[in-house]
T-cell receptor, first 109, second 114 residues
Framework: GQSLEQPSEVTAVEGAIVQINCTYQ??????LSWYQQHDGGAPTFLSYNGLDGLEETGRFSSFLSRSDSYGYLLLQELQMKDSASYFCAVLTGANNLFFGTGTRLTVIP | DADVTQTPRNRITKTGKRIMLECSQTKGHDRMYWYRQDPGLGLRLIYYSFDVKDINKGEISDGYSVSRQAQAKFSLSLESAIPNQTALYFC?????????????FGQGTRLTVV
């Protein structure tokens, strides 16, 4: 089976940096993705790591360590609009996309 | 127009009724998925399909069935709805040819079973 663990809630100050961790156990692994979901909205894709290392896209970066079954999403220069839920998701050996339970990020002034 | 369209957006139905949720896409993607979302439980995979002739069960398929009528259409049925199937349902698509496997989601269907 599959399991992903990520913190349920994180609070950070506007302008700061926050890291959301994700550890996974899966039968077969191709890569780790991150999605953002605002309240009442649909999840939207942020990033994908198929190889170890850091991927950077603007204020957001994502990291993967296959040997540690671990990844994280790094959000820099936090803005109020970054308040949302963030989900890590693994692409499994069966080629399906399996999501974690999500981390609710609250950005405070 | 949205690339991934779900209908209806909201539905209230009675216990024991059959209900179908529909999803259509204009992205030309081969892969389609149905997820349900419950507070605190994230997105759980119900069924997925890699092409018209390929249907696979996800982690919570009991009580659900699907039909891939065409590459662009993937419908989810609840044969006899029960209250614990009250949830937000999302359809998603992805393209097997893209290495990042980005999934595109519909706007969701909020289903209430009373």
């Amino acid at each position: 089976g599959q399991s992903l663990e990520q913190p349920s809630e994180v609070t950070a100050v506007e302008g700061a940096i926050v890291q959301i961790n994700c550890t996974y156990q899966t039968s077969g692994f191709y890569g780790l993705s991150w999605y953002q979901q605002h309240d009442g909205g649909a999840p939207t894709f942020l990033s994908y790591n198929g190889l170890d290392g850091l991927e950077e896209t603007g204020r957001f970066s994502s990291f993967l360590s296959r040997s540690d079954s671990y990844g994280y999403l790094l959000l820099q220069e936090l803005q109020m609009k970054d308040s949302a839920s963030y989900f890590c998701a693994v692409l499994t050996g069966a080629n399906n996309l399996f999501f974690g339970t999500g981390t609710r990020l609250t950005v405070i002034p | 127009d949205a690339d991934v369209t779900q209908t209806p957006r909201n539905r209230i139905t009675k216990t024991g009724k059959r209900i179908m949720l529909e999803c259509s896409q204009t992205k030309g993607h081969d892969r389609m998925y149905w997820y349900r979302q419950d507070p605190g439980l994230g997105l759980r995979l119900i069924y997925y399909s890699f092409d018209v002739k390929d249907i696979n069960k996800g982690e919570i398929s009991d009580g659900y069935s699907v039909s891939r009528q065409a590459q662009a259409k993937f419908s989810l049925s609840l044969e006899s709805a029960i209250p614990n199937q009250t949830a937000l349902y999302f359809c998603a698509t992805s393209d097997s040819r893209t290495p990042n496997t980005e999934a595109f989601f519909g706007q969701g269907t909020r289903l209430t079973v009373v």
